[in-house]
């Protein structure tokens, strides 16, 4: 009852599924008892058979997902997503991914996440496993796996963290090669570019560049970031503490 089916074998196998509408080559194709789904486009949900209250448009859009409640937008969304109660919008976001309750705004964002996040920005969070993880802004945490509440915003940020966790970060490139350091806080480009210690505060334009040490805490352009394996330094002001590399428990006021 209440189905509307147009386009060739569109919604072909539904047998007691009701209020379903799907516009498309092949749309629900495979539905069998699942109801209250809307898919438009060639193959949008083809392969779904029992899934529930779901929205896909755009081709191959939530091709085989499994789950209910969710959102997928673009061609390739969700295509095998099987967990439910997400968004995800933009070409091959989310479309191998497991991630429930999540939301993936972005072209190739989270295709092989597995764990709830929001990932926004091109290829964002595209490997992720880690949970309850923010990446927001082109290639933010692209590499990150099982790194955990990571929040970021800006392009390149955390890029290559991996098992990175509890970093705050903000800023174009902030943390950019860092792989395993957590609960850091960046803010300001390049800030913590190079950093893979723990515990450090940087704020402003390069602030602790290159460090790999430990609370550390820089306020000020280009501030420590000269300090590599320094750690316990406190340093604030405008270029202070370019002559620190190593030196540890440092107090610098300018």
């Known amino acids: 009852a209440y189905t509307v089916a147009v386009g060739r074998v ?8 009701y209020s379903n509408t799907a516009v498309g080559n092949a749309a629900l194709n495979a539905t069998t008892t699942g109801w209250y789904n809307v898919a438009v486009g060639i193959d949008a949900g083809k392969n ?7 929205v896909l448009i755009g081709t ?4 085989s997902t499994t789950g209910a409640n969710n959102t997928f937008v673009g061609t390739w969304a969700g295509g095998n997503n099987t967990g439910s109660n997400s968004v995800m919008i933009g070409q091959d976001a989310g479309s191998g991914s497991t991630s429930t309750a999540s939301v993936i705004i972005g072209a190739f964002a989270g295709r092989s996440a597995t764990s709830t996040m929001m990932a926004i920005g ?3 969070g595209d490997v992720t496993t880690g949970v309850g993880n923010t990446f927001a802004g082109h290639f933010a945490g692209r590499l990150n796996t099982s790194g955990a509440t990571n929040t970021t915003l800006g392009e390149n ?6 098992t990175g966790a509890g970093n705050t970060v903000m800023g174009r490139n902030a943390m950019l090669t860092n792989v395993t350091g ?3 806080l960046a803010l300001g480009a390049n800030a913590l570019y190079s950093a ?3 515990y450090n505060l940087a704020g402003g334009y390069n602030a602790l560049y290159a460090t790999t040490g430990n609370y550390n805490l820089a306020l000020g352009y280009n501030t420590g ?3 590599t394996t320094g750690s316990a330094n406190l340093i604030i002001g405008s270029k202070t503490g370019s002559g620190i590399a190593t030196s540890s428990n440092n107090i610098i006021l300018s």
């Open 196 to 198: 893979t210690g723990d």
């Open 10 to 17: 569109a919604l072909q196998n539904l047998t007691t599924g």
């Open 182 to 184: 957590s609960y850091n």
């Open 122 to 124: 091109y290829q964002a």
């Open 60 to 63: 191959k859009a939530g091709l």
């Open 157 to 162: 940020t955390l890029f290559n963290n991996t």
């Open 48 to 54: 779904v058979t029992t899934a529930n209250n779901n």
């Open 225 to 227: 970031s000269a300090i």
